[in-house]
């Protein structure tokens, strides 16, 4: 796409007007900031969580086209059931946000004497929940949308990976981070068979951002400040921070971009910050 003057404008260019979404993990946090841009601007959504209570929730409060159902999408069957039924009375289907996904519990640098996130301890059964939620579960959801995505010529997919997935990270669980970085490189694979169906693939890698994770952990002062000081721009994200980059990959405006891990971390795989680091130990002293 070559911008014309007309088309370079934001309204033209960020258009999600009428075009149709599905968002996985829409209930809270990052799913739920998604789902909020989409529909703030004509988008029209299928939402899918597990929490069905949640769901119902967001729905009504959105002035927007939502359709929603409760689904889990370690479940094949039941999430591409779910995206049928949207596709058979939208006619097509614009873009997938395969968000859903949970914590792994505790890593093994944060809470002293907490030996459950150590290397020895891994457990399989453990390691399988959390694969089937966030790897299998995004696997699903692409399952779900590309055949129709190839069909059509068009499409934009949007998993979200995590830095973790990037950066060795004490804070969170083996499983957890060998999961994100999976996802990563399932999207890149995606991206590579998918570019001549006209069908881009990206992942939207966050940092640290406040949602109900790890049962919301992360608003927990002593934790926001432990993690705030590893960040360069010295506080954790908002999850209405990813917004932006949302509508970027859904609109047109990203027409270009494929095969790509976009960051929204405050720096944070930039290192820490020396300034940040001077302040924190003054402090500490
Ligand atoms: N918050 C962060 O700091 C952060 C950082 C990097 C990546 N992420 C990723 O962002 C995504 C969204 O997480 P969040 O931070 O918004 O957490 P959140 O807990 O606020 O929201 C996650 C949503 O996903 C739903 N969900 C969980 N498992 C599901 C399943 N099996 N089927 C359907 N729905 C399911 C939950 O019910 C919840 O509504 C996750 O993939 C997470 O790993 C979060």
Redesign the pocket.
């Known amino acids: 796409m070559i911008a014309s003057p007309s088309t370079a404008h934001a309204s033209q260019l960020f258009n999600v007007m009428g075009r149709t979404y599905v968002v ?10 998604i789902a909020e841009v989409l529909a703030a601007n004509g988008g029209r959504l299928l939402l ?4 069905e209570k ?2 119902k929730d967001l729905a009504s409060r959105l002035q927007a086209s939502v359709a929603s159902q ?6 094949a069957d039941a ?1 591409r059931q779910a995206v049928d039924a949207f596709i058979s009375e939208t006619g097509r289907i614009d873009g997938l946000f395969a ?5 792994g519990g505790a890593g093994f640098g944060t809470d002293a004497g907490m030996t459950s996130g150590q290397l020895e301890s891994q457990d399989g059964n453990h390691w399988r929940g959390i694969l ?3 790897l299998l ?2 696997l699903n959801s692409l399952q779900a949308v590309v055949p129709t995505m190839k069909r059509q010529h068009s499409g934009s997919i949007v ?6 997935g990037i950066q060795a990270e004490p804070f969170v669980s083996y499983s ?1 981070a060998a ?2 970085a999976a ?1 990563i490189q399932l999207m890149r694979q995606s991206a590579l068979e998918l570019s001549p169906y006209g069908v881009r693939v990206n992942a ?11 049962g ?1 952990r ?1 608003h927990d002062a002593q934790v926001d400040g432990a993690l705030s000081r590893k960040i360069p721009m010295g506080r ?2 908002a ?1 209405n921070e990813v917004q932006g980059i949302a509508l970027l990959l859904a609109s047109d405006a990203g027409s270009y971009i494929t095969g790509s891990t976009l960051t929204v ?1 405050g720096g944070a795989l930039l290192g820490p910050s020396p300034f940040i680091h001077t302040q924190y130990t003054d402090t500490a002293r």
């Open positions: 996985t993990g829409a209930a809270s946090g990052l799913g739920l900031a899918l969580d597990r929490d949640g769901l409760a689904v889990d999408v370690a479940d999430l968000n859903a996904g949970i914590s089937d939620i966030n579960g995004v998993v979200t990976a995590s830095i973790t957890y999961a994100k996802v939207i890698a966050p940092g640290f951002i406040k949602t109900g994770i790890a919301g992360l954790l994200g999850a971390d």
